[in-house]
């Protein structure tokens, strides 16, 4: 069984530009969440996904955007890129939201770079 | 919100035991998790507790207070492999949202 896959691993974009980066949970899983880690911090929430409803949204601007699938796949958009959103992103799955533990597997993450 | 504290850096020797410290403060407490990150790397799951005490799995134990907002991972017969970051992660069921804030994690260093 396939893990949590992210693409692209990595991407270096210029400032004011948009980046899409995409996951795919593990098979079965129905959410997925987004996350932001800064070197040397933890991961920040951004969002979180379950069956194509947005669940939760962290402190970040209306830059960034988020959505989720049929196929339970998700994509985070982050638009006007600016040189503090160059960050390990992590999408993280579950088999579903809401309070029971399920866990969450996270992908290795795509790391974005912007100059 | 959560406001979850944990010490920036560790160091440790190689067959020794360490206690990675984290507190917490939240109003609606649904459980704390502990994830291993290695560099560059994806963070994986440790461990999860709820309720108090200690939940032993392996060399890894976590133990979790709930009445003093504390919990402490430890890990036994340190091997060089646990040099990592480790982070301390609190689910808050206010709001209905159920999802976890990550601490900014400890480094840990096993040296020779």
């Known amino acids: 069984d396939a893990g949590v896959t992210q693409s692209p691993t990595h991407l270096i974009k210029t400032r004011g530009q948009h980046v899409t980066l995409r996951c795919s949970p593990i098979s079965g899983h129905k959410s997925v969440s987004w996350y932001q880690q800064v070197l040397g911090q933890g991961p920040q929430f951004i969002f979180q996904?379950?069956?194509?409803?947005?669940?939760g949204r962290g402190n970040f601007p209306d830059r960034f955007s988020a959505r989720q699938f049929p196929n339970y796949s998700s994509e985070l958009n982050v638009n006007a890129l600016l040189l503090g959103d160059s960050a390990l992103y992590l999408c993280a799955s579950s088999l579903a939201g809401g309070e029971i533990n399920y866990g969450y597997t996270f992908g290795s993450g795509t790391r974005l770079t912007v100059v | 919100g959560q406001n979850i504290d944990q010490p920036t850096e560790m160091t440790a020797t190689e067959g020794a035991i360490v206690q990675i410290n984290c507190t917490y403060q939240t109003s609606g407490f649904n459980g704390l998790f502990w994830y291993q990150q290695h560099a560059g790397e994806a963070p994986t799951f440790l461990s999860y507790?709820?309720?108090?005490g200690l939940e032993e799995k392996g060399r890894f134990s976590s133990f979790l207070s709930r009445s003093k907002g504390y919990s402490y991972l430890l890990l036994k017969e340190l091997q060089m492999k646990d040099s990592a970051s480790y982070l301390c992660a609190v689910r808050d069921k206010s709001g209905g949202s159920y999802i976890p804030t990550f601490g900014r994690g400890t480094s840990l260093i096993v040296h020779p």
């Open positions: 996904y379950y069956e194509k409803e947005e669940r």
């Open positions: 507790n709820v309720l108090d």
